[in-house]
Each structure stands twice: as C-alpha cells, then as structure tokens.
C-alpha cells in the first residue's frame, strides 16, 4: 500500500509569484484535502476535493485554488503570493465514509516566500 | 464555529515519568476525534480515532480516552523515542463534506 506523497519537499518564491504544489493520495482514497500548517500552529483546513470537485472550503481567499484528478491526486495553486504564505502546506487523503473516516497526511510541502 | 484547545502548551518529562495530555472540544456534530503525532518537519501520524464518549484505544504506551468535552492522551512510562508534539482534531461534519479542525498541539520531550 502506498502512502501519500507531496512534491516538491521544499520551495522558494518570492512575493507576486505563483505556485504548484502537488500531491498523490493513498491508494484507494477518493477524497484529497489541503491544510496550511504556520510555525508552532495546528494545521488550518483550505479545502477538499472529492470526484474531481471542491466541495469544502475553509477560511481561504480566492488566490488559493486546487485541482483534483481522475486518479485521485490533487493540486494546490497558489496565485500573487504574500510573505504570510510561507508555511508547511499539507495534503491528507481519506475514503468518504459517510462523512467519517481518517485521514492520512503526505510529509508536506515547505513553502518559503521572500 | 469548532474549537479544540490542548493543553499544556509543551511538557517535558523524564523517561519513565508517567503524564496526561489534554484536548478540550467544542463542535457541531461529532464525528470522530482524532489523535496525531508529528515530528519536526514532517506531516502529522495518524494514532487514534474515537468516535463516542466512554471509548478507550491504546497503543503501545499511549492511551486514549474520550468524553463529552474533552479526550485525553496517557503517555505510560514514556521513552525519549516519545518526543514529538501530539495533535488533536475534531471531525465535524458540514454541508456536503466532513474536515478537521485541529488544536496548536502539545510539544512533548522525553529526557533520558
């Protein structure tokens, strides 16, 4: 069984830049979600994805967006990046089980913006 | 709005020194409670889940435990390999989907 990965392990971006990060979920899971972890911080839910859709959304501006493909993996878009972006961004996959279920995290993306 | 809060905010303790963490919820329909342990640098380990108050899962020398406002996580005779920072999360369930709203953590070191 093949756990989740995160690519790229970590980045540098200045303020203005875009970025993409990408995940692949666990083998089986149809369900992707993305969270920003800040230093010394719990992780902060943005979204979810399941059949390719967006169906949740936390407290994210619009320049946050993502992707999920026929194969379950996902993306993570991040437009006009700001200084306060900079953190650990996580990617956990789950089964949608009648909306319970664990979720498993990949190692995370570190993500730097000078 | 979910809330969790974990205290204490970081713990140190000797090997072998027996201790509690705690995670006190407030959420809209529960769905599962969730214990995670993180290393530095690296994404949150899944432990447990708990789904109703009175149940117990254990592994290990971790114990955890869930009531109607808070769970706890026993650490029994901690070795140095226990030190990480322990997350909680509660699993609420919302319009059309269910996600994790997680406490700052607890940050737990293990002198040998």
């Known amino acids: 069984e093949t756990g989740v990965t995160q690519s790229p392990t970590h980045l540098i971006k200045t303020r203005g830049q875009q970025v993409t990060l990408r995940c692949s979920s666990q083998?089986?899971?149809?369900?992707v979600s993305w969270y920003q972890q800040a230093l010394g911080q719990g992780p902060q839910f943005i979204f979810q994805?399941?059949?390719?859709?967006?169906?949740g959304r936390g407290n994210f501006p619009p320049r946050f967006s993502g992707l999920q493909f026929p194969n379950y993996s996902s993306e993570l878009n991040v437009n006009a990046l700001e200084l306060d972006d900079s953190a650990l961004y996580l990617c956990?996959?789950?089964?949608?089980?009648?909306?319970?279920?664990?979720?498993?995290f990949g190692p995370g993306t570190r993500l730097t913006v000078l | 709005e979910d809330q969790v809060t974990q205290s204490p905010e970081a713990l140190r303790l000797q090997e072998g020194e027996s201790s509690s963490l705690n995670c006190s919820y407030t959420?809209?329909?529960?769905?599962?409670l969730f214990w995670y342990r993180q290393d530095p640098g690296k994404g949150p380990e899944f432990l447990f889940t708990?789904?109703?108050a009175g149940e117990e899962k254990e592994k290990e020398r971790l114990k955890a435990t869930l009531t109607k406002k808070e769970s706890f996580l026993h650490i029994t005779a901690p070795k140095p390999e226990d030190s990480a920072t322990y997350l909680c999360?509660?699993?609420?369930?919302?319009?059309?989907?269910?996600?994790?709203?997680f406490g700052k953590g607890t940050m737990l070191l293990v002198s040998p």
């Open positions: 999360a509660v699993q609420g369930h919302y319009s059309g989907y269910s996600t994790l709203t």
């Open positions: 708990l789904y109703s």
């Open positions: 994805y399941y059949r390719e859709e967006e169906n």
């Open positions: 956990a996959s789950s089964l949608a089980l009648a909306g319970r279920g664990e979720q498993f």
């Open positions: 083998s089986g899971h149809n369900t």
């Open positions: 959420v809209s329909g529960l769905r599962g």
